[in-house]
């Protein structure tokens, strides 16, 4: 009786031992991929590379727990069953919704469309009065407004009026919270100040802070590049580059 | 309302070591010439009688006064006013200093051919110091709008231009320039650069008329004012016989002197060596005529503020102008002066001049006149719109010594020609009293507070 009780013993402790090397595997992949995952996107805007970075590990997050579960003996057909049934759900139910948010993410940076241009759209056209994560707001020549799905930004063809549109650039940056913001916009001043020669002079580089998180700042730099066709190439360099500055001063500030 | 204003020269600047390493201090509990001075200058001089006046007519509840100030204590607080002291690094600071000098400049059109454009400088590396400087300005504004939730943000001077834009807010923000804004000398291509940073203030006040126009022009969409500074009448107040005495002991001038008297920081803008020219031809008709420099560095360029110390080079290059053209002792260099001494200088002298190569405004003008004294003003002063020539004084150009002397002969010569032209300047003074100042700030502050079309 007593060897059964102690044989049940050691198998709840086992199971909860197995339980708890499972959740600290589940976090440490977790953040090991998510770290490989963000070396790899680098060259793609910080914005959505963060997301891709929290998607990966809230997917492995789930597999994690749903092999910790396991350890309890509950069976996980049933769950697994309704995880993926809901999963399409809401996949199905929000896929405007999904597209409308990640065209904005693309939009600015591969769409060059900002607040204040003049642009026609699907027969529209009128003045960017605001670009949220779902639509496009347009105000039309005659007062009234035009909403606009982001999505279509990227499935359809846009015309930009806006004379410099062709040679703006507006590179997201994303700052952590642990990195003095005034420092790290300086240091991206320099950065920016190296390529010169292939920028507009006339309009030096102004950041702007778009949004302040409490882990991190989202921030904007603005830039006017001298030939349209390096746009893409001086877009993509930037972005590393400006990573690279970033990734100092965090190290600096740990 | 809750009001955050934001300068970079400070109202107040700390004398002793022990000071500066404190977080707070109540400035009332020490002594001034001991512990601290104030600032000399137009911003601080307006700004503070400005503030105290809307404190006491209770247009506000409580004022924020955030500005540079690298040896300070962090926070102190004086007659109800708190105060930040904005910090950065010294490397930041220097390259901040250099940038700003070279705006200055600028903007007054003192330039020759190695000066960068505006936009040229935007690209050297110490711009990214400036836009460091004013980023920390709008990050303090920021935090402690977090914690007073302030109704107003009142930003100063050509320096805090992009503190507006920064601080990332739809709350009012008034910007007020100091400086010359003229067309003539900020050419269209400054516009797209200049128009972002002044469009993210709802208001924008300057001190004379004819810089109205230039700002829209230059890409200016919001709302437009003109207000004069101003200064508070009370604060001068008629030094006594043997103060004055003193002042004259001190700076070896004889009773039979006729003082001319200039007030300004020493740098090449406010053209002391203009002064001195003009004062070589006219010492040959008048030869008891004596000219008193007040003033050492501004807050940037003196060795006690950021020390960019170009105002000992000045004077150095002064004085031996005046050695050169025979003047060793018709010219007395005083250094900066504490408000008595100040007081006792502008009594005792004869007239005042200021023969600036260009001037925001100079309110120094307007202190010549509450003694009662005749001024002769430069053409390229803001402050010239309302002298009226011949009456409250002599409108001159700064690069014409010959008319500069005719005017210090004319009234070296006629005692009652001063007395009479210092009566009228002290008529014309009212035009710049704090109490219109006072009338006509909150009035543009309510409209912007209210939005008013």
């Given at each position: 009786m007593i060897s059964l009780e102690l044989a049940n013993l050691t198998d709840v402790v086992l199971r909860i031992a197995t339980l708890a090397a499972i959740l600290f595997l589940t976090f440490v992949i977790a953040r090991l991929f998510g770290a490989i995952l963000r070396r790899v996107l680098r060259p793609i805007p910080p914005l959505l590379a963060d997301q891709a970075v929290k998607a990966l590990s809230l997917f492995i997050w789930i597999i994690?727990?749903?092999?910790?579960?396991?350890?309890?003996?509950?069976?996980?057909?049933?769950?697994?069953?309704?995880?993926v049934i809901a999963g399409i759900a809401l996949v199905v139910a929000a896929r405007d919704v999904l597209s409308n948010v990640i065209s904005k993410v693309f939009m600015g940076v591969f769409v060059p469309v900002k607040v204040g241009d003049y642009l026609a759209i699907d027969g529209l056209s009128g003045k960017v009065i605001e670009i949220n994560y779902l639509a496009t707001i347009i105000l039309m020549d005659d007062g009234s407004i035009a909403t606009i799905p982001n999505a279509k930004f990227v499935k359809d063809v846009s015309v930009n009026k806006t004379s410099i549109a062709s040679r703006r650039l507006s590179i997201p940056v994303s700052i952590k919270g642990t990195v003095s913001l005034p420092r790290a916009e300086a240091e991206l001043l320099k950065l920016v100040y190296k390529y010169k020669a292939h920028l507009d002079q006339r309009f030096p580089p102004i950041f702007t802070v778009k949004n302040r998180g409490s882990s991190s700042v989202e921030g904007e730099l603005d830039l006017l590049v001298a030939d349209p066709e390096q746009r893409e190439t001086l877009s993509r360099e930037l972005t590393v580059k400006i990573k690279e500055v970033l990734d100092k001063l965090e190290g600096e500030a740990v | 309302m809750n009001l955050a204003v934001c300068s970079q020269t400070p109202l107040v600047r700390f004398l002793s070591e022990e000071l500066k390493s404190m977080d707070f201090v109540d400035v009332e509990t020490l002594v001034e010439n001991r512990d601290y001075i104030f600032s000399p200058g137009g911003v601080t001089r307006m700004v503070y009688p400005l503030l105290l006046h809307m404190r006491t007519w209770r247009m506000v509840e409580d004022v924020w006064w955030v500005s540079l100030n690298p040896t300070a204590p962090l926070k102190f607080t004086l007659n109800g006013i708190k105060f930040y002291s904005v910090r950065v690094d010294n490397a930041s600071l220097k390259g901040y200093?250099?940038?700003?000098?070279?705006?200055?400049?600028?903007?007054?059109?003192?330039?020759?051919?190695?000066?960068?454009?505006?936009?040229?400088?935007?690209?050297?590396?110490?711009?990214?110091?400036?836009?460091?400087?004013?980023?920390?300005?709008?990050?303090?504004?920021?935090?402690?709008?977090?914690?007073?939730?302030?109704?107003?943000?009142?930003?100063?001077?050509?320096?805090?231009?992009?503190?507006?834009?920064?601080?990332?807010?739809?709350?009012?923000?008034?910007?007020?320039?100091?400086?010359?804004?003229?067309?003539?000398?900020?050419?269209?291509?400054?516009?797209?650069?200049?128009?972002?940073?002044?469009?993210?203030?709802?208001?924008?006040?300057?001190?004379?008329?004819?810089?109205?126009?230039?700002?829209?022009?230059?890409?200016?969409?919001?709302?437009?004012?003109?207000?004069?500074?101003?200064?508070?009448?009370?604060?001068?107040?008629?030094?006594?016989?043997?103060?004055?005495?003193?002042?004259?002991?001190?700076?070896?001038?004889?009773?039979?002197?006729?003082?001319?008297?200039?007030?300004?920081?020493?740098?090449?803008?406010?053209?002391?060596?203009?002064?001195?020219?003009?004062?070589?031809?006219?010492?040959?008709?008048?030869?008891?005529?004596?000219?008193?420099?007040?003033?050492?560095?501004?807050?940037?360029?003196?060795?006690?503020?950021?020390?960019?110390?170009?105002?000992?080079?000045?004077?150095?290059?002064?004085?031996?102008?005046?050695?050169?053209?025979?003047?060793?002792?018709?010219?007395?260099?005083?250094?900066?002066?504490?408000?008595?001494?100040?007081?006792?200088?502008?009594?005792?002298?004869d007239l005042f001049i200021l023969p600036s190569r260009a001037e925001g405004f100079g309110l120094v003008v307007a202190e010549a006149w509450l003694y009662g004294k005749p001024v002769i003003v430069s053409s390229e002063a803001g402050i010239a719109e309302i002298v009226e020539d011949g009456k409250t004084g002599y409108v001159v150009n700064p690069h014409n010594y010959e008319e500069i002397a005719e005017a210090l002969i004319r009234l070296a010569q006629n005692e009652k020609l001063r007395a009479e032209m210092g009566e009228a300047g002290r008529r014309a003074v009212e035009v710049l009293s704090i109490e219109r100042g006072l009338k006509e700030e909150a009035e543009v502050l309510k409209d912007v507070v209210e939005g008013a079309s």
């Open positions: 994690g727990l749903l092999l910790a579960v396991g350890q309890l003996g509950l069976n996980l057909d049933l769950l697994m069953v309704l995880m | 200093g250099s940038v700003k000098e070279q705006m200055w400049r600028l903007f007054h059109g003192a330039v020759d051919e190695s000066t960068p454009s505006l936009l040229e400088l935007a690209w050297f590396e110490d711009y990214a110091s400036f836009n460091l400087y004013n980023r920390v300005c709008a990050e303090t504004l920021s935090e402690l709008d977090k914690e007073e939730d302030f109704d107003l943000f009142y930003i100063h001077d050509f320096q805090q231009l992009p503190t507006g834009l920064m601080l990332n807010t739809l709350k009012p923000k008034v910007f007020r320039w100091h400086i010359p804004f003229n067309e003539k000398i900020i050419p269209p291509d400054w516009s797209p650069f200049l128009a972002k940073f002044f469009n993210a203030y709802e208001a924008v006040i300057v001190s004379c008329k004819s810089y109205l126009e230039s700002l829209v022009k230059r890409g200016y969409r919001g709302r437009t004012y003109h207000i004069y500074p101003y200064i508070d009448f009370k604060e001068y107040r008629r030094p006594s016989k043997a103060e004055v005495d003193a002042f004259s002991e001190k700076y070896n001038i004889r009773d039979d002197d006729i003082v001319v008297l200039l007030v300004a920081r020493l740098d090449p803008l406010k053209g002391h060596d203009i002064a001195i020219r003009a004062l070589a031809r006219a010492v040959k008709r008048c030869p008891n005529l004596k000219m008193v420099f007040v003033g050492d560095g501004s807050f940037s360029s003196s060795a006690g503020g950021l020390g960019l110390n170009k105002a000992a080079a000045w004077q150095e290059k002064l004085t031996r102008l005046a050695e050169s053209l025979g003047l060793k002792d018709r010219v007395v260099f005083t250094g900066y002066l504490p408000r008595g001494e100040l007081d006792a200088a502008y009594e005792r002298c």
